[in-house]
């Protein structure tokens, strides 16, 4: 729970980014919290309000939008997935998405480079424990210079660097996760920093290929200091090899035991009229959580589950 | 059984026929991936850990862990003698499983005894026991080599630092977390 301070903190947080947003032409879009379609994620459990779904992110919607004619977007969205709690995890969160028209994930890069950069300046005029005066990030006694560019690592070397066995081996003994989070991510984001990029594509659903390299997805992850922050793709707007990938996760949920949801057969509709466009969502819990210099993103709400 | 969902720091489950508590517990969820369960454990008989991670299929059994009220009431070379409060039955339990909680224990104290299975695993003594000092060097007034403390030793054979005043045949209070004096009492 925060205090007045950081009550104050918070909304500075928020206002700095919708000024971020809307200074770079970008529409600020509210849709439906509570849909009765969603993605098919193998890994992401909804959460339920009245046989509706509460959203895990508004991507579906935000993506509808797109292919109906808005050219560059962004949300802060209250999101819900079940079963998630822990340092870095609150059943309730605040994502923020924003989308653009006609770029790929390059350009998603760069956006973050100049957020993150914007936001830690506006941070530090606030005084907060987790940014110095310069705008630099101060995590665990470390200094993490924010200033761009950032690295950028593929899946591949990154496994090759620090995993103990490679990329494909992983995969094929189904310990791709458990590798990411006991080997990779302790290192990743530490001097500045550092996009992981270019997913196998099984695990990228909703990311187009790379271009001559069908096994390989462009999405992207942001790390600061092994922490995730930000996960975006150059989007997938194929609706036909959407489906085929759709129906794989499906596939996944029933395997698990959960009830088949339901192909999101409107969204796959619009898809169709979308050419090239690229997305992300970034954990703003997380990322406040970092500024704050505090050690969980329970301690940077309002009220969290514990204050009840 | 518990599933994924239930574990946390603190929890009691059972892993190959024997109980553990888990110490450090993190959840975590690539993005993307599935939730991953670290946990910590410690063996509750042997004392050994060791970190495995779990996935949210993993299940686990609840173990037949019972604590139990129970009184210490003498010790015949290495094994320590307790009667059931209530039921007045009675067990042994052996001078290791004790380790330095023998320092603290006089006759008649209450205690819990954790139990898996029906075996005795642990013995777990309140904080604060009252103990009589068997042998203390007195107090010279007036004693100017600076000293704060001497040691002094109970009536359970534990030695340990004093302030200067404890007298052979006082009482005093010992924190049996730490092993320390806490404060002389008056009986």
């Not at chain 1, 957020?115 to 005084?127: I, S, T, Y």
């Not at chain 1, 591949?156 to 620090?162: C, K, L």
């Not at chain 1, 949801?261 to 050419?275: H, K, Q, T, V």
Request: with cysteine.
């Amino acid at each position: 729970m925060l205090d007045l301070q950081g009550l104050r903190t918070r909304a500075a947080f928020f206002q700095a980014i919708r000024h971020f947003f809307v200074e770079l032409g970008f529409l600020e879009v509210d849709t439906p919290i509570r849909q009765p379609a969603l993605i098919p994620e193998a890994h992401i459990h909804p959460l339920f309000a009245d046989s509706w779904f509460l959203q895990a992110s508004p991507e579906l919607c935000m993506k509808r939008l797109l292919a109906c004619g808005c050219e560059h977007i962004f949300q802060v969205a209250r999101c819900f997935r079940k079963d998630e709690r822990g340092r870095l995890h609150l059943e309730e969160m605040t994502l923020l998405e924003w989308y653009r028209k006609d770029a790929d994930y390059r350009d998603l890069m760069e956006d973050c480079e100049r957020l993150v950069g914007a936001l830690a300046m506006r941070m530090a005029e606030a005084g907060v424990a987790g940014v110095d005066e310069k705008g630099s990030l101060l995590v665990a006694g470390r200094t993490i210079d924010l200033s761009p560019p950032w690295t950028r690592l593929s899946v591949t070397e990154a496994f090759s660097r620090w995993s103990p066995m490679s990329l494909p081996q992983a995969l094929a003994e189904d310990m791709f996760d458990e590798i990411l989070v006991e080997h990779v991510e302790p290192h990743l984001g530490w001097d500045q920093p550092l996009f992981l990029m270019d997913y196998p594509v099984e695990l990228a659903s909703l990311a187009r290929t790379k271009p001559g390299e069908p096994q390989v997805a462009e999405r992207v992850e942001l790390y600061l200091a092994g922490v995730e922050i930000a996960n975006g793709f150059s989007e997938l707007c194929d609706p036909v090899e959407q489906r085929i990938r759709f129906a794989r996760e499906i596939e996944l949920i029933v395997t698990s035991g959960r009830t088949a949801p339901a192909m999101p057969e409107r969204f796959l509709e619009d898809l169709g009229r979308l050419d090239q466009a690229a997305g992300i969502a970034l954990g703003l819990d997380r990322l406040l959580m970092l500024f704050l210099g505090a050690d969980s993103v329970a301690r940077v709400q309002s009220f969290s589950p514990d204050d009840f | 059984m518990y599933s994924t969902s239930d574990l946390r720091k603190g929890l009691k489950i059972e892993i190959d026929g024997e109980p553990y508590i888990i110490i450090e517990f993190e959840f975590s969820k690539p993005g993307k991936g599935q939730a991953l369960y670290r946990c910590k454990m410690r063996n509750m008989i042997t004392g050994n850990q060791f970190v495995k991670t779990y996935r949210s299929s993993d299940k686990f059994v609840k173990p037949a862990l019972e604590e139990r009220k129970m009184q210490y009431l003498y010790n015949q070379d290495d094994e320590y003698h307790f009667m059931d409060s209530e039921n007045f039955e009675q067990i042994f339990v052996v001078r290791d499983q004790l380790g330095d909680n023998v320092n603290f224990m006089v006759d008649n104290m209450e205690v819990d005894v954790l139990f898996f299975q029906d075996r005795p695993i642990d013995v777990s003594l309140p904080n604060f026991v009252n103990l009589l000092v068997t042998q203390a060097d007195p107090w010279v007034k007036g004693d100017t080599s600076g000293s704060d403390t001497k040691p002094i030793t109970v009536e359970t054979g534990y030695v340990l630092q004093v302030p200067p005043f404890v007298d052979q045949g006082d009482k005093i209070q010992i924190d049996t977390r730490t092993g320390a004096y806490v404060t002389r009492v008056k009986e």
